[in-house]
């Protein structure tokens, strides 16, 4: 059993750092293709590697699931998810855009009651508005250097949270590489369905850059650039796997709390290849919104009497 778990906290850190190379590959072509053209090329080439997966896993006929309406509900509201928080990052450092998207375990937590029905202790609560003043903080209302494209990297960690939530309810049927499959499916067919719906209203041009990463019309891409995109796709199955293998193998309360090594990543993506330097509200808020996740965590699992649900917060 220990062994289990050791295996299952090296996956999930494995897999944070994995999930984390997607941020610079996609800021790097946010400026010249759209976003839906980066994700349809992205799941194209997981395709294939997640058939493989599931074969190997528990066979193709498990992709024909008795559950698959909230399979592909969850999958919808996973691609809603990391679709804004692609625009998100289109507009701000990379620093900036993953310390917000760690809101996603308080999220979960908060969510937790209605949902699920489980007791939200005061800790949990407390810790939440906790992390929402260290999204404050980042944002600085009043200052005049808001961006409304931060909203998009917490509306996606809401996003993130529920599907997870989900997850929960389905897991003890659907394995991990099914939950996959649906996820890369519905993100290869909703992204050609918006740029279908961008191309039929003839909208071409925004001004902001999250807009005109959602709208910029299709075009095709240099070689270089194409094989940028399809580096996501690598990245993308294989952050997947490991995330969802972590979570098999070792319980979620034991192995959570490693999630939070991914804002190590994405500040050090930000600043060897686009020259981001943190600012210091951004340093601050995100070591409030991380030491109310932390606090939460532990709460968790002092009074935790049975299995605790999945906090990860890493976009696929």
């Known amino acids: 059993m220990q062994n289990r778990i050791v295996f299952g906290m090296a996956s ?6 994995v999930f984390s190379l997607q941020d610079p590959l996609i800021k790097a072509v946010s400026s010249t293709y759209p976003v839906t053209e980066v994700m349809a090329i992205r799941s194209i080439v997981a395709l294939p590697i997640l058939l493989v997966l599931v074969h190997a896993d528990v066979g193709l006929s498990a992709i024909f699931s008795k559950r698959f309406r909230m399979l592909t509900m969850r999958a919808f509201i996973l691609f809603t998810s990391y679709t804004v928080y692609y625009l998100a990052i289109a507009a701000l450092p990379l620093a900036d855009a993953v310390a917000l ?3 996603a375990p308080l999220f979960i937590m908060a969510l937790a009651g209605p949902y699920l029905g489980e007791r939200v202790a005061w800790q949990t609560l407390v810790t939440v508005m906790v992390g929402m003043l260290g999204v404050l903080v980042m944002l600085r209302p009043g200052a005049g250097l808001f961006d409304w494209a931060a909203l998009l990297s917490l509306a996606s960690a809401v996003l993130y949270g529920f599907s997870q939530l989900m997850a929960r309810k389905i897991g003890d049927t659907e394995s991990s590489t099914v939950m996959a499959f649906y996820q890369n499916g519905v993100y290869l067919l909703g992204a050609a369905a918006v740029a279908g719906l961008f191309w039929l209203a003839g909208i071409a041009h925004a001004t902001h850059p999250s807009l005109e990463f959602l709208v910029r019309p299709w075009i095709w891409p240099t070689p270089i650039d194409l094989l ?6 690598l990245v993308a199955s294989a952050g997947m796997i490991l995330l969802s293998q972590a979570y098999r193998l070792a319980p979620a309360n034991s192995v959570a709390t490693f999630e939070y090594t991914g804002i190590i990543w994405s500040p050090l993506w930000g600043f060897l290849f686009f020259a981001e330097v943190p600012r210091s509200t951004t340093v601050v808020g995100a070591v409030l919104i991380i030491g109310a996740g932390l606090f939460a965590l532990h709460a968790s699992r002092r009074r935790s009497s049975g299995p605790a649900i999945a906090a990860t917060c890493d976009p696929a």
Do not use: E, Q, S
């Open 12 to 17: 999930l850190c494995l897999g944070v750092l």
């Open 101 to 103: 998207y760690f809101m």
């Open 228 to 233: 940028t995109m399809a580096a996501c796709g």
